[in-house]
């Protein structure tokens, strides 16, 4: 199946976007991805959980996602990302995970 989402925005757009908008647990990854592309760079845990990173000079938004809902939103340090790295800032948490 071929990727329909338009080019990858930059980290620092899609940084904008997760602080404005509203009810995000409730907006589903289709309609994110429709906005700001879908990252290559992501990484399929388990049970239905998927990280994504929108990346660029000066910054990277991570996001978690379970079953096509965004979980949490961080940003990164962008020199120094590893799979469990602690976050500079939370940006959105939803510790219900819904």
Known sequence: MANTYPEVASAEVAEIYFRGVKNLAERPLD????LLGMPVDYDDWDLGRVVYQWRSA?????????????????????????????????????????
């Open 31 to 34: 309609d994110i991805f429709r």
């Open 58 to 98: 000066r910054r990277c938004v991570r996001i978690h996602t379970r079953h096509d809902r965004v979980n949490a939103v961080y940003l990164m340090d962008r020199v120094d990302i590893p799979r469990f790295g602690e976050a500079l800032e939370v940006i959105f948490d939803n510790p219900d995970g819904q």
